[in-house]
């Protein structure tokens, strides 16, 4: 069902690779195995379908990260995320899409090509954009680094953004095409396009699930995370993937972060034992900090609503401060994009990737990278080094960190108050056309209500709660009056977002849930 769903949604671009025939093969031994042995599996994913992001590494599998640069590097081994999965039963059906190195917020800058979001009107690529990808192409190299064009084919008619850098997976899971998905999120790269398209996106605590095998863009920011349609889907992917992996040297225990000792029990037992209790007890924390002017006023009023939920729910809430969210964002742009200078310096052409041209070994280095990786990849580098030079380092990444520690004090405060969950809106707006994109500062923006759940290290998720009107387009100021005009009738998800303490993954399904099982939730997430 899943292979046939994910073959007739293929104009969404969400798969980078598939393997069918090996989850076919795997499905025919689970079935043999409980049809001579009886049902004598454990796996708490047994024959799940399931669809994992291109920068995780998979045995003999090529992982591209989205990029030119990796598009012949095949691993010689698997994530520790990945090997989770397979222990628990599942079925990997294959790669997704991603924005190249997960820069990106939209799934706009992949080297194959940008992901659609399912709820478009559209959902076929053009052929006749100027510039084709092709990974032998050698006279792509002009377009990828003087034109100003795209790096891939267009889409074409009034297709949406999935949202980024995560967006295939997010894709996969809103067509149907799998029951779940692993994403990695770095400053907002699992929840923005879970609610551009309509599903849950998870962002456990950093260093709850294993970084070993997830390939770094910032080492100390990316948190790998999960995809899914229902809440007890989320927690049943929690149990199989939360544990201390002595491999990766981030990987949280209850010795060396005793706040996370509660990760070693089944999120998904605990789910159910609570769904009765509902938000009854909560205290819900509203950060003023987050009335933007760049929010839409669909995503205020739903914002309001799901407030008035909560304390129908028998939640207290509250009014809190974070007063260095304001701060976040810049901070967030030099410390990831420092720590992918350094990261990505490893793309050389000797020891990864495609190898450039040149006469000698600098010539080389600069080919390859001039040649293999895109514009946006490129930008960030160039921004990594600047604020990593000695003339600026006091200035810059210093400062940043000095506003990351703030930032975590801000929700600590917040947390030892008493609060037990915020509530904030995932993004200012809803997912917008592709052709009406801007300069990349400008699309930096999206991200700016999920990125302090990132600096700060705790757990967020995002919940589809709502969806835009059909009257406007509620992206109307990013995009053009044609574009407005021809999305207008659509009714596009809206996410809301809750942040819990570090540590705390229960509370945040118990209010999931809760806010879920809402009959509007529930009604508008038939629609």
Request: some cysteine.
């Amino acid at each position: 069902m899943c292979i046939s769903q994910m073959e007739h949604t293929k104009g969404l671009n969400a798969m980078i690779s598939t393997r069918y025939d090996a989850a076919r093969e795997q499905s025919r031994v689970m079935d043999e195995t409980a049809n001579h042995h009886g049902n004598t599996s454990t796996g708490m994913l047994q024959g799940v379908p399931i669809v994992v992001k291109d920068n995780f590494s998979m045995k003999d599998t090529i992982t591209s990260c989205g990029s030119e640069m990796l598009s012949n590097y095949t691993s010689p081994y698997s994530a520790t995320a990945v090997e989770k999965l397979e222990r628990a039963g599942a079925i990997i059906l294959g790669k997704t899409n991603m924005d190249e190195f997960s820069m990106g917020s939209t799934s706009t800058t992949s080297y194959h090509g940008p992901v659609i979001n399912p709820w478009s009107s559209s959902t076929s690529i053009s052929t006749s954009s100027t510039t084709t990808i092709t990974s032998n192409n050698n006279n792509n190299y002009k377009d990828r680094t003087n034109s100003h064009q795209h790096d891939h084919p267009l889409p074409s008619g009034d297709a949406l953004v999935a949202g980024g850098s995560s967006g295939g997976s997010a894709a996969a899971v809103a067509s149907r095409s799998c029951f779940a998905a692993l994403g990695s999120d770095t400053g907002g790269s699992i929840r923005l396009p879970a609610a551009y398209c309509g599903v849950i996106g998870f962002k456990p605590s950093y260093g709850a699930i294993s970084r070993w095998g997830l390939v770094s863009y910032a080492s100390s920011l990316d948190t790998p995370g999960v995809f899914a349609r229902h809440v007890t889907d989320v927690a049943i992917m929690l149990d199989a993937l939360i544990d201390h992996d002595p491999k990766d040297s981030t990987s949280a225990s209850s010795d060396t972060k005793p706040q996370l000792a509660t990760m070693t029990s089944s999120y998904y037992d605990e789910l159910l034992s609570t769904k009765q209790q509902g938000l009854k007890g909560l205290k819900i924390g509203i950060p003023m900090e987050y009335h933007v002017t760049e929010l839409d006023k669909e995503i205020v009023s739903l914002w309001g609503e799901v407030i008035e939920w909560a304390r129908s729910m028998g939640a207290e809430v509250y009014e809190v401060s974070l007063p260095h969210t304001r701060y976040a964002l810049p901070a967030y742009y030099i410390l990831a994009s420092a720590e992918a200078s350094s990261n990505l310096a490893r793309y050389d052409g000797v020891r990864y990737g495609m190898r450039g041209d040149g006469s000698d070994v600098q010539h080389m280095y600069q080919d390859s990278r001039s040649r293999y990786f895109g514009r946006e990849v490129k930008r960030r580098i160039m921004l990594g080094a600047m604020v990593l030079s000695r003339t600026q380092y006091d200035s810059y990444y210093k400062g940043a960190q000095k506003i990351r520690r703030k930032v975590m004090t801000d929700f600590q405060d917040c947390f030892d108050a008493g609060i037990d969950i915020m509530i904030t809106p995932t993004s200012p707006t809803s997912a917008y056309p592709i052709s009406s994109m801007q300069a990349p500062i400008t699309t930096y923006m999206n991200d700016i209500f999920t990125i302090p759940a990132n600096l700060a290290g705790v757990p967020a998720v995002s919940l589809p709660l709502g969806l835009t009107s059909g009257a406007t387009s509620s992206s109307s100021s990013s995009s053009s009056s044609s574009s407005s005009s021809s999305t207008s009738s659509l009714r596009l998800p809206l996410g809301m977002q809750l942040i819990a303490a570090r540590g705390a993954e229960h509370t945040l399904l118990r209010a999931s849930q809760a806010l879920m099982s809402h009959p509007l939730a529930q009604e508008r997430s038939n629609t």
